[in-house]
């Protein structure tokens, strides 16, 4: 058989190759970045995982981690039942109304009085009680319309028992977020426990739709709530 010449292809001329190479700018000297030691600063990052926190957030999140993985006994699983918002809401608009004078109001009022010569009226102004001791005593005494417990007390056992003492004397009691919140009210960076003593008559019957709500989802539940575990 005759032989075939075999024909040698020519490689393609590469895309790249075919068009101008682009020009670069000799005033213009390329200078990349070295990152090693002694050179250039480095670039920003994200060190959140490796800042040393305060040691209170450290507690806080160690503290809600081991909520999330420990079984929650009810007495402490309770304050997690907080109220709805549109009741807060309602709440926290009775309790503006009977806000205690701040210190400035006070020194205010004192100096009036001195001026006109006046001595310190006998009727007390119906206003929101504060302070733990305060409230725990006006609880034993009956005294107490509605008592509303802040969610994030620290230590808990400052307020764990409250809620037992309230369904004991049959007053009503909520928990609502945010002791900073309670303690705004009453012109204090923060506050344990309030509560309403007396009310106008005006807004009584704000007063006792609060309180209807408030016992149909703490005092009437107790059963309920003290089988409930958390975690």
């Avoid at 806000?99 to 100096?111: F, I, M, T």
Wanted: proline share 6%; with cysteine; aromatic share 6%.
């Amino acid at each position: 058989m005759p032989k075939v010449k075999k024909v040698k292809k020519s490689a393609p001329v590469p895309l790249n190759a075919s068009k101008s190479k682009k020009l670069s700018n000799p005033l213009i000297e390329k200078r990349p970045k070295n990152f090693s030691i002694g050179g250039d600063i480095q670039p920003k990052r994200d060190l959140r995982r490796f800042v040393r926190w305060p040691k209170y957030i450290r507690l806080q999140r160690q503290r809600r981690t081991l909520y999330q993985r420990l079984k929650v006994p009810p007495s402490i699983n309770q304050f997690t039942m907080t109220v709805d918002k549109s009741l807060a809401t309602n709440i926290f608009k009775l309790l503006k109304k009977y806000q205690p004078e701040s210190s400035a109001e006070k020194k205010e009022r004192l100096r009036n009085m001195a001026a006109a010569g006046k001595t310190e009226s006998t009727k007390k102004p119906m206003v929101v009680k504060y302070g733990l001791n305060h409230v725990t005593g006006l609880i034993e005494k009956k005294k107490a319309q509605l008592v509303i417990i802040a969610h994030d007390v620290d230590p808990i056992e400052l307020v764990v028992w409250l809620p037992a003492l309230c369904r004991k004397m049959n007053i009503p009691y909520c928990i609502v977020k945010g002791k900073s919140r309670l303690g705004r009210v009453v012109h204090k960076k923060n506050a344990a426990a309030l509560c309403i003593t007396g009310v106008k008559a005006e807004d009584k019957n704000a007063l006792s739709n609060i309180i209807s709500s408030v016992k149909t989802n703490y005092n009437d539940r107790y059963d309920e709530i003290r089988k409930t575990w958390g975690g």
